[in-house]
């Protein structure tokens, strides 16, 4: 037979205590993100396509999970409007979007790269890689393969 001590089975109390009170604190779906996978796919008020259609979203765009309802989920997007998205639209492509009024997209991950093309506020970036703050993108209406500084962004 296992057996604890006392002084080991209170401190896998406490321990066991402090995880799920984290796990509790912040839901599992709360931080995690999707895209869209159409073409062109409505933002609506509701969980129904009965809902008023609030915005329409193109593809790659970046929303975070709020909650989960159904066939549904209700999201954000980087400006905070909220909606909610048929869940068999969306998909775990990882999306950015710019969220500066501009910003350049360099050779390489710093400043000292050369600029090899621009990004307007609100374009969607193909997310390709992360590295210390700059995220590796591929500007999804021009093409344009590069580095943008991971404070200009809002995404994945």
Known sequence: ?????PTRRSL?????????????????????????????VNMRSG????????WELKRGYPLRVLRRQGKWLEVSDFENDKGWVARSLVGNTPHHVVKSRTANIRRGPGTQHAVVGKADYGDVMRTREKRAGWVRV????????GWVSRRLLWGW
């Open 1 to 5: 037979m296992n057996r604890t001590s």
């Open 12 to 40: 896998m109390t406490l321990l066991l205590g402090v995880t799920l009170a984290a796990a509790v604190s912040v839901p599992a779906h709360a931080q995690s993100m999707v895209s869209i996978k159409g073409s062109t």
């Open 47 to 54: 969980p129904s396509t009965q809902n008023p259609i609030l």
């Open 138 to 145: 591929e500007h999804t209406a021009s093409g344009t393969t």
